[in-house]
């Protein structure tokens, strides 16, 4: 059975709470690795690394590259530098990062669905691609699943409203015509795609677990303390409703996500 994750965002982007879901989290990220065409590149960014495991794949895959993991959250980068301490970690802003010479891969998973302005956002991550260089992008496109809906409704259900309410994005990412319109005039080789993974859960309420590390933790963190509890219950009854489990105990949590390779 997967941990209940506790009611309390003592620590936001928990790594051992993102972790309990690593195998269905990795997958993606291991798909995106398999179509990238590079085959020998020098320097390698990963934006977003988290604690670190993709940033090891990519490490493992091209062992003579420089490889930095990129990410916003000191918990996570102290993690990743006790677990992989062979590797370099910056903490930065992605959405203001630039190395500091051009790359030969810039990969990404599940991490720039938080950011906005992605037509300046990718515009610039091109830019900073050697000739040849590589794009590798991976994004959860699940915004108007139930998991995802049931928090703009518990966020519009209580006193936390007017609180929440300017970090609500229902629909943070492009169309993926509108990444290629994008991206095609910019590289020679552009790859986009969708994979929809039918992820398999364990748990009394997994779906609430899953997102109580990833999508909640903004939201929590933003709200007082004696908001806290009571917007996750409101927010964990709307999912129950949402995703009763199926005869074999199981939750069924179908989840959409947007990937795209782009050469230049």
């Not at 320097?43 to 493992?60: N, Q, S």
């Not at 990129?70 to 903490?91: G, H, T």
Request: aromatic residues 10%; negative net charge; hydrophobic residues 45%.
């Amino acid at each position: 059975m997967k941990p209940h994750l506790p009611s309390s965002p003592d620590m936001p982007w928990n790594p051992d709470h993102y972790l309990a879901f690593g195998d269905l989290r990795l997958r993606p990220a291991l798909d995106l690795l398999g179509r990238i065409p590079t085959r020998d590149p020098q320097r390698i960014a990963d934006l977003g690394c988290g604690p670190g495991h993709i940033t090891a794949l990519l490490a493992e895959r091209w062992p003579t590259a420089k490889v930095t993991g990129i990410d916003q959250s000191r918990p996570m980068l102290d993690r990743a530098a006790a677990d992989f301490p062979a590797l370099s970690w910056v903490e930065a802003d992605l959405a203001t990062w630039r190395p500091g010479e051009p790359l030969d891969l810039i990969f990404s998973n599940a991490a720039l669905h938080w950011l906005d302005d992605h037509p300046r956002l990718f515009r610039d991550l091109v830019d900073n691609l050697v000739p040849g260089g590589t794009l590798a992008v991976q994004m959860p496109n699940n915004f108007a699943a139930p998991s995802h809906r049931c928090a703009y409704e518990a966020a519009a259900a209580g006193p936390w409203s007017e609180c929440l309410a300017p970090l609500l994005r229902p629909a943070p990412l492009l169309s993926p015509q509108d990444y290629y319109a994008l991206l095609r005039p910019l590289c020679g080789h552009v790859e986009i795609w969708e994979t929809e993974y039918l992820q398999v859960l364990k748990g009394d309420n997994p779906v609430a677990d899953w997102t109580r590390t990833s999508l909640l933790v903004p939201l929590l963190e933003a709200l007082p303390p004696a908001w806290q509890v009571p917007f996750e219950a409101e927010y964990r009854a709307r999912v129950a409703a949402a995703y009763p489990n199926e005869r074999d105990g199981h939750t069924l949590f179908p989840f959409r996500r947007l990937f795209m390779i782009a050469r230049r």
